[in-house]
């Protein structure tokens, strides 16, 4: 996936340091800087929809390269990642209700906890692999869903947490426009991390197990370590965006972290592009924005009779979640590497223009 | 002890289970012969039911045209699916073919729901007797013919891969694809076959567990409960399926009635089939009858 660059002419690499720096050229990491400080100026210049829409995409995005890490860099398939997302909310909105400990620390806490819970359920993939561990973290999934209903101490059974405000240095976090700036900070912390780590001998040694595990054994790889460290790290994450989730809402219920959010998570590292950082950044931005686009598009088709039949917006709930697994089976037809290829192809077709060979 | 409710609870468990053992045998049957694991099989039960429920209550058709036509319906949806979606996928990494069979799974439930509606529908009466008397049991009618249509069913397939032309080419198919290819077997009208036969098995399923509880998108759950079956059987084996099947319907019913008398926590009997299947995957992963994968280098 990062296979080919596209670097400018005579801009060669001559140490290992260059090879593996976290943006491959100048311009990349100009460019990357200036989108966050663009980014920070969303509140300023669009409207409180929008800053909602980045709050979603923002914890979604931090759980879903926690899966990528799983599934794209490792190669170990999840299906319960919803239930360790929930996991993390719960957990940090009882780590701040029963100990005061502040949300600011609280929500990192919650994703270690998480990754404790994570490993337990790693502990299969010691042994399986492939196919029996999907199985496995399907299972995982229910029984973690059934925890939460059952675990009145924790989560308050049936009737929900309740979750505090986000606390930064006793000014309160009340509203979407501060609560933005906070979910700003750990989306590019915890990508900064995630972007880090795949440079480090561990991050090596995932795709190493990922690409063919017996050569990885091979050459001196611990692959029970490896996997259990995988599924901490993409834990982990699940955790820190769940409770991000959790004291925006400031209320979690036990409904919410069903296999179909869990299917959403996969579809958008699918979308994004297995095995890329950006990817899966990209996957998340699809995946929030596509219902939204098509409310708006049926809004837009209510010029047409047939868009004002009952059948249309009494069942768009329904519609949205057929897109869903449409697009997931369109791109993995059509686009399996995601729109990260995409993306690269774009780019190499502007820098090639007009021989693109 | 309640020894009568526990009786009860075990034969319901028997019924219930060979129904699972069913959709188990059509799930290994597609994993068998085309290595895909199918997510949507639960989907396949509710397209089912729902298409004989269009023919009966819709179109007015007598019982046995509608299901005559829904059969068809059936075996004509499956090869339609391979030929498009799943076709592409051979030979994609594991990952692609899961995802896809999880994309038809919400697709197609979410298609369902909008098409028939969200609330649970029950097909007209079939048999004039609600219930009969079997030594001092009370049994719903419609639990029997479950009963014998799934071992119809368990007779048919035991016939159709030990006798028949087909099914001798599906079972070296999947025994090694090459050399099948190579006698002259059409590996694509294998696989598409292979589609066929069991979406047309899980439609007869979904019709038969639509009869006995209603139709409603919960029969999809029959898909998830499909999971510990086939883990505890062995992924690669009918015989293990229906075994699996079994037990695991087994377990619920027990589960359900020591929950019921003693523990009172609630819905022990959705949730034990998974802490099986955990256990299982960790001490046994290739299950009662599967056969061992071993690697080379």
């Known amino acids: 996936m990062a296979g ?354 | 002890m309640n020894f009568e409710l526990l009786f009860q609870l075990l034969l319901n468990g028997l019924i219930v289970g060979t129904l699972y053992g069913v959709v188990a045998m059509c799930f290994v049957l597609i994993y068998k012969s085309t290595q895909i694991v199918n997510f949507a099989q639960g989907e396949f039960l509710l397209i089912g039911a729902w298409v004989c429920y269009a023919f009966l209550v819709e179109m007015q058709m007598p019982f046995w045209l509608g299901f005559l036509f829904t059969l068809l319906f059936m075996m004509a949806f499956g090869i339609v699916l391979q030929m498009v979606v799943l076709r592409p996928m051979i030979g994609e990494p594991i990952i692609s073919v899961i995802m896809v069979t999880i994309g038809l799974s919400i697709f197609f439930q979410a298609a369902t729901k909008w098409i028939f509606g969200a609330t649970t529908a029950t097909y007209p009466q079939v048999f004039s007797e609600r219930s009969i008397n079997l030594f001092g049991m009370q049994i719903e009618t419609a639990y029997i013919m479950s009963f014998v249509i799934s071992l119809v069913i368990m007779a048919a397939f035991y016939w159709f891969f030990k006798y028949s032309k087909l099914g001798l080419a599906m079972r070296a198919t999947a025994f090694d694809q090459q050399v099948a290819q190579s006698l002259g077997i059409s590996v694509k009208t294998v696989f598409a076959m292979s589609w066929a036969i069991s979406a047309l098995v899980s439609g007869v399923a979904g019709i038969v567990i639509g009869m006995v509880n209603g139709v409603s998108s919960a029969l999809s759950v029959i898909g998830i409960k499909v999971f510990p079956a086939v883990i505890l059987g062995g992924l690669d084996s009918i015989i293990g399926a229906i075994v699996g099947g079994v037990i695991i319907g087994l377990l619920e019913n027990t589960a359900e009635f020591v929950d019921g008398q003693y523990l009172h926590w609630g819905n022990l009997f959705s949730i034990a089939p998974f802490y099986v299947l955990i256990i299982i995957l960790c001490i046994k992963p290739y299950g009662l009858f599967g056969t061992k994968d071993i690697e080379r280098i």
């Not at chain 1, 090879?19 to 990349?28: A, K, L, N, Q, S």
């Not at chain 1, 300023?44 to 390269?65: E, H, K, P, R």
């Not at chain 1, 057929?322 to 780019?347: S, T, Y």
Request: aromatic share 16%.
């Open chain 1, 4 to 357: 080919f660059s596209m670097r400018p002419c005579g801009d060669f690499r001559t140490t290992y340091r260059q090879d593996t720096r976290i943006f491959d050229t100048t311009f990349v990491r100009n460019a990357a800087i200036l989108g966050v400080i663009a980014t920070a100026l969303i509140p300023f210049v669009l409207d409180g929809y929008y800053v909602n829409l980045f709050i979603q995409i923002s914890y979604f995005a931090i759980a879903a390269l926690g899966l990528n890490i799983l599934v794209g860099f490792t190669g170990q398939i999840s299906l319960g990642h919803a239930a360790f997302f929930g996991f993390g909310a719960f957990a940090s909105a009882w780590i701040n209700n029963t100990t005061g400990i502040p949300v600011l620390l609280s929500i990192p806490l919650a994703g270690l906890m998480t990754a404790a819970v994570g490993l337990l359920f790693g502990l299969p993939a010691a042994r399986i692999k492939g196919l029996y561990l999907a199985i496995a973290t399907l299972a995982a999934q229910f029984i973690l869903e059934d925890f939460f209903a059952r675990a009145d101490w924790f989560t308050g059974g049936s009737y929900g947490a309740a979750a505090n405000p986000v606390n930064v240095f006793g000014y309160e976090v009340l509203d979407d426009f501060s609560f933005f700036y906070v979910c700003l900070f750990f989306l590019v912390v915890m990508y900064l991390l995630g972007t880090n780590l795949m440079r480090t001998r561990d991050g090596r040694a995932f795709v190493a197990v990922r690409d063919h595990y017996l050569s990885a054994e091979i050459m001196g790889i611990n692959l029970t370590k490896y996997r259990l460290m995988s599924f901490a790290i993409s834990s982990f994450y699940a955790g820190v965006g769940g409770a991000m989730y959790g004291h925006y809402l400031g209320f979690v219920s036990a409904e919410g972290f069903t296999i179909l959010l869990s299917i959403q998570f996969l579809g958008m590292i699918i979308i994004g592009g297995l095995g890329s950082v950006k990817g899966t950044l990209m996957g998340t931005v699809f995946m929030v924005l596509l219902p939204e686009v098509m409310e708006n598009g049926v809004g837009l088709l209510s010029v047409f009779e047939w868009a004002n039949s009952t059948a249309v917006t009494d069942g768009l709930a329904y519609i949205k979640e057929m897109a869903i697994g449409l697009a997931i089976i369109l791109f993995l037809i059509f686009e399996p590497d995601g729109l990260a290829h995409r993306w690269q192809q774009i780019r190499a077709y502007w820098k090639l223009y007009p021989f693109s060979y």
